[in-house]
């Protein structure tokens, strides 16, 4: 299923570097698991995070319940969900406004194509195959600096970047950025995905890749990931 934002295309690559980093017996902790791509595939024990509440009880159900999303949604369901949500599940709310939006744009644009492919299909397919990955994950819906996180945690970050468009909520980068530096200072290895980076740091790892703003509209990036290890001091500066 995509979402604004998703690793799909990166997951495979960043993951194990992410993991070769972790400690015996430590939990992987995703405050912003979004569509889950990464948390799928992070071995162990996984908790998974998002402000959301929408998305997490789709992943909660599609996990641990069993819950099969509806195999094809046409253009007149998308909307009669969008203007009538509290007629329908939050699972459902999610996977339409989600799973049948372009490019993962919670009730942005309904996805269709030329060529007549079902997008409400492989949302479904993708959720199914994740959730077969996800399973033991315990799932929250809070903001990040709410999530209780067991001690000497891995914990990735994919925040809502910096000056990106299309999120419903604002969000404080530099609030975000302070909280992360305390989580290092604290003993756990603490790994964010930006573009940029307001701290003294180079980025451990990155990528020139594309990221889809609209529908038919794709934009060149580079993708960038940070590592703050245990005990380690950085100066906060603005963006």
């Known amino acids: 299923m995509q979402y604004l934002g998703g ?11 992410m993991e070769s980093f972790r400690t ?6 995703e405050p912003f698991m979004g569509s889950c791509n990464t ?39 998308y909307l009669k969900v969008k203007e009538n949500p509290l007629d329908y599940p939050p699972e459902l709310r999610a996977f339409i406004s989600i799973g049948c939006s372009f490019a993962g744009l919670k009730w942005g644009t309904f996805a269709s194509n030329k060529k007549g492919e079902s997008y409400s299909q492989q949302a479904r397919n993708s959720l199914s195959r994740k959730s077969k990955l996800l399973k033991g994950t315990k799932f929250y ?9 067991p001690p000497k ?15 419903t909520v604002s969000f404080d980068s530099v609030k975000f950025w302070n909280w992360a530096v305390n989580k290092s200072l604290e003993g756990h290895i603490v790994w ?3 573009y940029s980076c ?17 529908q038919y509209k794709q934009k060149k990036v580079i993708e960038k990931l940070y590592l703050l ?11």
């Not at 819906?141 to 996180?149: A, F, G, M, T, V």
């Open 24 to 29: 015996p017996g430590s939990v992987w902790v």
């Open 192 to 194: 964010v995905s930006e």
């Open 153 to 167: 945690s891995i914990i990735y970050c994919d925040p809502p970047y910096e000056g990106s468009a299309g999120y």
């Open 141 to 149: 819906s809070k903001s990040y600096q709410d999530l209780d996180i």
């Open 229 to 239: 290890t245990p005990g380690a001091e950085f100066q906060l500066s603005s963006y």
């Open 7 to 17: 690793k799909f295309r990166i997951a495979k690559t960043i993951v194990p570097i």
């Open 198 to 214: 307001p701290l003294d740091i180079e980025p451990h790892w990155s990528l020139s890749t594309v990221s889809t703003l609209a």
């Open 39 to 77: 948390l799928a595939l992070a071995s162990g024990d996984r908790i998974g995070n998002d402000i959301d509440y929408e998305l997490v009880s789709l992943y909660q159900k599609c996990t641990n319940e069993g819950y099969q999303p509806p195999e094809n949604v046409d253009k007149d369901f």
